[in-house]
């Protein structure tokens, strides 16, 4: 939405941030580059309130603080609050090594036992990372892998668990290979598996993965896979070594179907939602890649048939279910509902709730719109404004920050609350055109809210219609780094440029200093970022290429004494794209 992308731009950058490819076209005309509820065990919360993490790593640089001034009330004994879940991702990157997750984003979680919890992540970075340093980039990146978390007595565990090809020990980074991938071995073969919603079946975790066909944005939805991962084998690379844990599991292609009317094919997994021994699976489909008028689809079948599709029965009208995706109805599209890629579909207060980020880029709301049945119809007219995200808006003042990804963690919620998990990014970028991603590890990670139960009643959704304030979420409040705000004059808008960069600065007038046969030359900045070709030849010669430079200056030896040099400085971006150059002519001492 990048790695991360964080980096996300698309015509000519590494590319990131697997569901953002689903909100963005409305404002910018392209795509970029992001279970019923159960109570956690009482010795999980004691871990998460501790935050005593077990890595391997050792001690590392402390994670942004939570802001004391705000309070959040207690929680029942064996939950975690949202504060914690944010922090133990900050800590987990900000301590990553070349084995370890550090930070990108899709995210969905799934209880293996009272002591474990599968994670399932989309883009992701691998480590060392850090609040000041960003994504080192040093160990690779994945569209996909899953991390495994484990309480044990007092402490918890992280082991990122990718397809192979990952670190096997310290200090020795290599390129990772996706868990879920079409391509032989694992590797990505420029597609992009991205996580769906999962959900334990007895002995196995069932994944959803829609995949994207390589190339540029936007990029083409192409069909959805359904990953089948053994419980017992993610529960023992959980608690196997922290460098080198693989796992590769069965996957299988679901049937392709596009509707007669063209489009996208209908991407299923968005969302599951358990009723008894019943899944219910949401999907999507939208009239071209780059429409944002998608249509919600949903199917249903028992649980331990999920990994059947002949079982499966399609929600083809009003009572009607058909065995046939070919007879697949919408359960409702049209102007007035707005679907983004990324939602889930929960029952709370004997109602169903699709539940998603509302508006378009930049918007902070997290919704819920209300439905009598699990097929719909969802009432957009009843939204309840369920969060309204601080510090999100395509503003200097908020790091041109982005929400994306919104949706319902059962794993994660209790009787009182449902948690819900969102990602963030930032679409900032300085004069270099290098990320926010460079900077700071702490924007790109996932981000948790709960939500009381009594915030879906009837008289809090009636309310809210009525134009009421949003419902009030508890939220993890971490401090996170202004960077921006702090230099407001050299962070710009991605979306504001077609190729996704600013214009590079010329460089400013040239200066010397003579030391003999050493000449410092330097010269004003073009802006935070810029790297510096710089050339030089002597009178009568060719240019040559001395040195790049990130500093604007450098210091220039071994040259003739009393003779004359003409010297050259071209400022680029990351992506070598030149601004106007300065020169000027100089006698050596």
């Known amino acids: 939405m990048g790695p991360f992308r964080s980096g996300w731009h698309v015509s000519n950058?590494?590319?990131?941030?697997?569901?953002?490819?689903?909100?963005?076209?409305?404002?910018?005309?392209r795509q970029r580059l992001l279970l019923s509820a159960s109570v956690l065990a009482g010795s999980f919360c004691a871990t998460l309130a501790a935050l005593a993490i077990a890595h391997h790593a050792g001690s590392?640089?402390?994670?942004?603080?939570?802001?004391?001034?705000?309070?959040?009330?207690?929680?029942?004994?064996?939950?975690?609050?949202?504060?914690?879940?944010?922090r133990q991702w900050l800590t987990y990157s900000d301590r990553s090594t070349c084995?370890?997750?550090?930070?990108?984003?899709?995210?969905?979680?799934?209880?293996?036992?009272?002591?474990?919890?599968?994670?399932?992540?989309?883009?992701?970075w691998l480590g060392p990372a850090g609040p000041k340093i960003g994504f080192s980039r040093k160990s690779g990146f994945v569209h996909?892998?899953?991390v495994m978390q484990t309480n044990s007595g007092s402490k918890t565990t992280f082991v990122t668990i990718t397809g192979g090809h990952a670190c096997t020990g310290p200090r020795r980074p290599r390129?990772?290979?996706?868990?879920?991938?079409?391509?032989?071995?694992?590797?990505?073969?420029?597609?992009?598996?991205?996580?769906g919603a999962?959900?334990?079946?007895?002995?196995?975790?069932?994944?959803?993965?829609?995949?994207?066909?390589?190339?540029?944005?936007?990029?083409?939805?192409?069909?959805?896979?359904?990953?089948?991962?053994?419980?017992?084998?993610?529960?023992?690379?959980g608690r196997g070594p922290a460098y080198g844990e693989v796992i590769r599991p069965r996957v299988s292609m679901l049937p392709s179907y596009t509707p007669p009317a063209g489009g996208t094919p209908i991407m299923w997994g968005t969302s599951i939602m358990r009723l008894g021994s019943t899944a219910y699976i949401y999907g999507w489909q939208a009239p071209s890649a780059s429409s944002n008028q998608r249509a919600l689809y949903v199917a249903r079948v028992a649980v331990s048939l999920l990994g059947n599709f002949d079982d499966w029965r399609f929600y083809a009208g009003p009572g009607q279910w058909a065995a046939g995706q070919d007879q697949a109805q919408p359960v409702q599209t049209g102007p007035s509902f707005t679907l983004q890629s990324a939602f889930s579909v929960s029952r709370v207060d004997g109602r169903?709730?699709?539940?998603?980020?509302?508006?378009?880029?930049?918007?902070?709301?997290?919704?819920g719109y209300p439905a009598a049945d699990p097929w719909g119809p969802f009432d957009p007219d009843a939204a309840v404004v369920l969060y309204r995200a601080p510090g999100i808006g395509l503003t200097a003042a908020h790091n041109y920050q982005i929400m994306y990804d919104a949706a319902a963690e059962p794993a994660l919620s209790n009787h009182r609350d449902l948690m819900i998990s969102y990602d963030v990014n930032s679409e900032a970028v300085n004069v270099g055109c290098k990320q926010l991603a460079d900077y700071t590890n702490a924007v790109t990670q996932p981000r948790f809210i709960a939500v009381p139960r009594s915030a879906f009643s009837t008289s809090a959704a009636l309310a809210e219609a009525e134009g009421a304030t949003a419902v009030h979420a508890v939220a993890g409040h971490i401090r996170y780094p202004a960077l921006v705000p702090s230099a407001p004059g050299q962070w710009f808008d991605s979306f504001s440029y077609p190729s996704g960069c600013p214009p590079v600065r010329p460089a400013g007038p040239l200066r010397f200093r003579d030391a003999g046969s050493t000449v410092l030359a330097s010269?004003?900045?073009?802006?935070?970022?810029?790297?510096y070709q710089v050339y030089l030849r002597q009178a009568g010669g060719q240019y040559r290429l001395v040195r790049t430079v990130h500093s604007p200056q450098i210091r220039l030896r071994h040259l003739a004494g009393g003779g004359m040099y003409q010297i050259e400085v071209v400022p680029e971006n990351v992506y070598g794209t030149a601004g106007q150059s300065a020169s000027a002519t100089f006698r050596a001492g």
């Not at 950058?13 to 005309?29: K, N």
């Not at 390129?175 to 598996?193: C, D, E, K, L, Y």
């Not at 980020?357 to 919704?367: K, L, M, S, V």
């Not at 010269?523 to 790297?531: N, R």
Request: aromatic share 10%; glycine share 12%; proline share 9%.
């Open 99 to 124: 084995a370890d997750r550090s930070g990108g984003d899709g995210v969905d979680a799934v209880r293996l036992s009272s002591s474990q919890i599968a994670w399932f992540f989309s883009d992701s």
């Open 60 to 86: 590392g640089p402390p994670a942004p603080q939570a802001d004391p001034a705000q309070h959040e009330r207690s929680w029942p004994k064996g939950d975690p609050s949202p504060r914690l879940l944010d």
């Open 198 to 237: 999962g959900i334990r079946a007895r002995a196995q975790v069932l994944t959803f993965y829609n995949l994207y066909q390589p190339g540029p944005s936007p990029f083409i939805p192409v069909g959805t896979a359904l990953a089948s991962f053994p419980v017992s084998k993610l529960a023992s690379e």
């Open 523 to 531: 010269w004003g900045s073009a802006g935070l970022g810029v790297q």
């Open 144 to 146: 996909n892998l899953v």
């Open 13 to 29: 950058r590494r590319t990131t941030g697997h569901r953002r490819v689903r909100q963005y076209t409305a404002r910018v005309g």
């Open 352 to 367: 169903y709730w699709l539940i998603e980020q509302a508006g378009e880029i930049g918007g902070a709301d997290i919704d």
């Open 175 to 195: 390129q990772p290979r996706a868990v879920v991938s079409a391509a032989p071995g694992g590797s990505s073969g420029g597609q992009r598996f991205w996580v």
